[in-house]
């Protein structure tokens, strides 16, 4: 896994790169610096509507936030974005884990 400087360096070339900001989000989530990973899922998100495991992963650091309604709002949002691609796999993920939220 690339260090944090150089996604950066990455994100400086192509800053609406979706896999870069993917991964620098689950580098901030690594570390637990769960409000730097949701802004970073959010930007993946804007750059690649259908990146189904940013929604996935943004709720789980929502989640951590303490922020459950957040956190099952996105859940759907992935979803749909997971329908829209046909990813089977991010469909039955998603669908689990929003199966924690009321």
Known sequence: MPTREQIQKL????PNDPFMLYAM??????????????EFYKKT???DADYSYAY???ARS?????RN?????????GLEAAKRSNDAKGISEISQYRTMFP
């Open 11 to 14: 994100l400086d070339l192509e």
């Open 25 to 38: 989000a689950q580098d901030y989530a690594k570390t637990s610096e769960h409000e730097q990973a949701v």
């Open 45 to 47: 998100i804007e750059a």
């Open 56 to 58: 996935y992963h943004m």
């Open 62 to 66: 929502l989640e951590a936030l303490d």
């Open 69 to 77: 309604e957040d956190a099952a709002k996105i859940l759907d949002e």
